[in-house]
């Protein structure tokens, strides 16, 4: 679960730290309340695009870094994936955007991609807006709705596994006839 989020030189934030409880977590407020600078912060630590345009005037880069606590064992593999360790049951996830453009990643304190935060963020956090569900009227999603419905997970990705082995082995049987 999401437990800090710290946010510095994002847009007219300079610096803030936001403590999230067990449970539901609703940010509300009224227009301009700064609910959209959250969610930017937090759409960069999870490896969304973000434009230099949303660093602080004055600054010259923006930092952000997530807390996850109780992480699950599904999580823990990703990071085992992606070459990372888990620290204890806690994850953080760090992001700093400079005006040039680029952006330094980390994962528990070492060197990440922004790849590797959208593939791991993905597991971790669901952001809800108002338009949220016309994602049900996307046919290129039911599927996973159906695979996470049925519990395939373990199964889909040892197919993934199985399939992507045949795809290797299949370019070096073809290979091998064309010589």
């Known amino acids: 679960m ?5 946010i510095e030189n994002i847009a007219v934030i300079e610096k803030t730290s936001i403590d999230f409880e067990n449970g539901l977590n609703v940010l509300t407020g009224e227009t301009g309340a700064g609910k959209s600078i959250i969610i930017d912060a937090i ?23 997530a807390q996850f606590d109780d992480i699950n064992q599904s999580i823990v593999e990703k990071l085992e994936e992606l070459g990372f360790s888990d ?3 806690t994850l953080i996830l760090q ?4 005006r040039n453009g680029k952006s330094n990643c980390k994962i528990n304190g070492k060197p990440a991609t922004v790849s590797m935060l959208k593939e791991l963020s993905k597991h971790l ?3 809800h807006g108002q338009h949220e569900s016309y994602e049900l009227f996307s046919p290129e ?6 695979d996470r419905f049925g519990g395939c997970e373990k199964l889909l990705a040892d197919y993934k596994k199985c399939y992507d082995e045949y795809k ?5 049987l073809i290979c091998f006839h064309i010589r």
């Not at 960069?44 to 870094?65: L, P, Y």
């Not at 992001?95 to 400079?98: G, W």
């Open 87 to 89: 620290d204890e049951g």
């Open 168 to 172: 290797i082995l299949k370019k070096k």
């Open 43 to 65: 759409n960069a630590i999870m490896g969304q695009r973000t434009s230099k345009e949303i660093i602080r005037t004055e600054a010259d880069s923006a930092f952000v870094s």
């Open 2 to 6: 999401l437990r800090t989020l710290y």
């Open 95 to 98: 992001r700093t955007l400079n």
């Open 125 to 127: 956090i669901n952001i």
């Open 141 to 146: 999603t039911h599927i996973d709705y159906i």
